[in-house]
């Protein structure tokens, strides 16, 4: 699943079509593409998950759920897009296997960005604070909570409780004020060495813990599970990440 920093590469690889006018519309989604055709496009922008395209009067919402891809100025073989935008001049925009949507609203309306961890408009102190209000939340799924951390994945869940030597399976009630902290600080942190090395096609070399076998800290296997509400793979070491329980 493109985690939030991946879609802020596609932010940067799209930029050129900002100001480019759509031409023509294709793809299999039902919504209204006729309406598309003529706007221009004044911004892109992503909170989380979530990749916007502005134009003068409403935006799309696309987001990427587990399996999506995108194609900017070619297309993939043998795929239908869910969404084909032509622009005058050439270029187009191909998004496959996703969810798009018309937003109606002006987008800052809509979305609080200081709840998107690869923001500017980033708040430790606010996801701090809505984190206490969840104080039965096992950890690995608060950090998958979009409300709190938009834009962090299974990835970015893994590889930061792992650096932050944090089990799973505590509960955000029983961290200490720092450990939990820390966890905010390291969110942020991660998701932009991601981005850096995801650039770079360095990330999986990067990972400490996701998909792996051995801990590199004990040198002991990982376990390796679905664990907490959402169900998502965990790889965690019993040694060295402390479980926080009451
Ligand atoms: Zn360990």
Redesign the pocket.
């Known amino acids: 699943m493109p985690e939030g920093p991946s879609i802020v590469i596609l932010k940067e690889e799209a930029r050129g079509l900002v100001g480019r006018r759509i031409v023509a519309v294709e793809g299999n989604t039902r919504i209204d593409k006729e309406r598309l055709v003529g706007q221009r496009i004044v911004a892109l922008r992503s909170w989380g998950k979530h990749f916007l395209i502005e134009m003068p009067d409403f935006s799309l919402r696309i987001h990427f759920l587990m399996f999506g891809t995108y194609r900017i100025d070619e297309r993939k073989e043998d795929a239908t897009p869910r969404l084909g935008l032509r622009f005058r001049g050439g270029g187009e925009l191909n998004v496959y296997t996703c969810s798009v949507r018309f937003v109606d609203a002006p987008l800052d309306q809509v979305y609080d960005w200081s709840g998107d961890v690869m923001s500017d408009l980033w708040d430790a102190a606010g996801a701090r604070r809505k984190l206490r209000a969840l104080p039965d939340a096992w950890v690995c799924d608060a950090l998958l909570d979009q409300d709190v951390f938009a834009g962090v994945g299974n990835i970015i869940k893994n590889e930061v409780l792992f650096r932050i030597r944090l089990h799973p399976l505590s509960r955000v009630g029983a961290l200490p004020a720092r450990k939990l902290a820390q966890m905010v600080d390291e969110a942020r942190r991660y998701s932009f060495e991601f981005l850096a090395w995801k650039k770079a096609f360095v990330l999986r070399k990067h990972w400490l813990a996701h998909t792996k076998r051995t801990?590199p800290?004990?040198h002991?296997p990982f376990v390796k599970a679905h664990l907490g509400r959402t169900e998502r793979r965990s790889f965690f070491?019993e040694?060295?990440?402390r479980l926080y329980d009451r």
């Open positions: 801990c800290r004990c002991i070491c040694r060295c990440q």
